[in-house]
């Protein structure tokens, strides 16, 4: 927890030297998932449960945003997983936007760990994105993780949009958290609409399938093929 509010530290003061950061203007969300599992790089983290629960909230101002998250066991009906994550997002010109952060990761029966992470997208057709999560924490290892995407939005009727997505990800020695090797780890394939009850309130089901890219995957992480599906209520403000 310490190291977090090093890293909440260290961007603030890099925020307050930026002129733009004196007219503030704050806005967030409050928001549950029900899912059908917890799905998180491949792995099923909720072999137990029936369904999960994730109620989470953000909170953004001046290019930065807070924000917490967590996920709640049917089975034993308590949260066992509470993330906070800090972000600063900025654009360089109109094509590029870049994101940096720290996810600090609270998990029932593991040591709490911290990930710094680099993001970097281009406004164009299908927004590809290329992220750099490492684990500067815990890993003894290189405990680096990539991920690129590509994504693309269709809007539907007045009030409602539809969202496709693909992932594949890259493990490089992320020993701690997903495995002891450097290879390919799991692709994914996302679909979810956004239904728009009110200018606040917008209710967003959707389903993912994630797979193995490699033998290491199996065979050392021991993720399979998963396909999740679940529900998000949001309210904006």
């Not at 990761?105 to 992220?131: A, C, H, I, M, R």
């Not at 239904?195 to 890219?213: K, R």
């Amino acid at each position: 927890m310490k190291k977090f509010f090093v890293v909440l530290a260290a961007m603030m003061m890099i925020g307050s030297v930026s002129p733009a950061f004196a007219e503030i203007e704050v806005s967030g969300d409050a928001y549950v998932s029900i899912n059908s599992m917890y799905l998180w790089r491949g792995f099923d983290l909720s072999a137990d449960d029936s369904f999960v629960a994730q109620p989470g909230a953000d909170v953004s101002f001046g290019g930065f945003s807070l924000g917490w998250w967590g996920n709640m066991s049917e089975n034993t009906g308590e949260m066992n997983e509470v993330d906070l994550v800090l972000d600063y997002s900025f654009d360089l010109g109109e094509l590029v936007s870049m994101s940096i952060g720290n996810i600090l990761y609270d998990v029932d029966g593991f040591k709490t760990t911290n990930e710094l992470y680099l993001g970097v997208s281009l406004n164009t057709v299908l927004e590809p994105s290329l992220t750099i999560y490492y684990d500067y924490d815990e890993c003894e290892e290189t405990g680096a993780f990539y991920t690129f995407s590509v994504g693309h939005g269709f809007d539907l009727a007045e009030n409602i949009g539809l969202g496709i997505g693909a992932l594949v990800s890259y493990n490089q020695e992320s020993d701690f958290a997903v495995g002891n090797y450097s290879d390919l780890h799991n692709a994914e394939l996302s679909l979810g609409l956004d239904y728009s009850v009110t200018d606040q309130i917008v209710v967003s089901p959707a389903v993912i399938y994630s797979t193995p890219m490699s033998d290491d995957a199996e065979d050392i992480s021991g993720i399979d093929d998963e396909f999740m599906g679940g529900v998000t209520v949001a309210l904006n403000f």
